[in-house]
């Protein structure tokens, strides 16, 4: 009697792709390719969320791992996504990421630039310079060093980086936390790319890991399009709807449209 509930429980699992796929548009060819670089504490994960809405806008997308053992380390793990990219390129920047875009989009196949609750250098500046003229945000207080490197407790994790999203959503952040180079944060940018490009920021109103004055004094100084979401640090995962829709714009497609109900989660 209870082969016939698997069988029908199979054979709908075994149609969840197709269906996924049926509702996937085919790649735009007139899409660039955006490429996402995370910040620390995290990993190509916390991009998972605005990836999926971007690919369902037929959007090639690439996520790049960071090492975060070196601003130039990143850079070259940045530049080598770019020159896999098969055409023009809207570079995607969160927190720390902002720093290394800012470096590795001086680069002829970038056509834009969006920071996203990020840092973004002049040259010969770098990331904590940034933010001297500003108050300490209360998770950057909170930071443990091991080794050389930083990184978030769970409860820092749980009360001041992804403050608005589910415990469940929190421990997956969590797991898949990534430690920064201290000394990362005191590398100097040799160039600023958005002197020359077109750039886009996203800033989080309700961030405890960057003051919200820094990234609207830092969208102003980059003469950027801005926009403020209702979101803590982790506005990739808690806000990925207005955060896609500003990576569209950056991109020249047109807008998505918001799903019924839905608050950006």
């Known amino acids: 009697m209870l082969r016939f509930p698997l069988l029908a429980m199979l054979m709908a699992a075994a149609a969840l792709p197709a269906a996924a796929q049926a509702r996937a548009r085919p790649v735009d060819p007139d899409a660039p390719t955006v490429v996402l670089v995370h910040g620390a504490f995290a990993d190509a994960s916390s991009w998972d969320k605005v990836a999926a809405r971007l690919r369902m806008r037929g959007v090639p997308v690439v996520a790049v791992d960071n090492p975060l053992t070196s601003l130039e380390d990143d850079v070259a793990a940045t530049r080598r996504a770019i020159a896999a990219a098969p055409g023009k390129v809207v570079l995607v920047g969160h927190s720390w990421g902002g720093t290394v875009i ?90 600023a790319a ?29 003469g950027a399009e801005w926009r403020s979401v209702d979101a803590g640090h982790a506005s990739p995962l808690s806000a990925p709807h207005e955060v896609s829709d500003t990576i569209l714009e950056a991109a020249g497609l047109k807008l998505s449209e918001p799903a019924p109900g839905s608050n950006g989660g």
């Open 194 to 222: 958005w002197r020359s490009l077109p750039s886009w920021y996203v800033v989080s109103r309700k961030d405890r890991m960057l003051s919200p004055e820094l990234q609207v004094a830092t969208a102003r100084r980059i």
């Open 102 to 191: 800012t470096q590795a989009g001086r680069d002829p196949k970038v056509k834009a630039l969006v920071y996203v609750a990020a840092f973004a250098p002049d040259a010969g500046e770098n990331s904590a310079q940034q933010g001297e003229r500003f108050p300490v945000a209360p998770g950057l207080q909170k930071l443990v060093e091991r080794a050389g490197f930083l990184s978030l407790s769970e409860q820092t994790m749980a009360s001041d980086f992804a403050q608005d999203l589910k415990p469940a959503q929190v421990r997956a952040a969590y797991a898949h936390q990534l430690p920064l180079k201290a000394d990362a944060l005191s590398e100097r940018v040799a160039v």
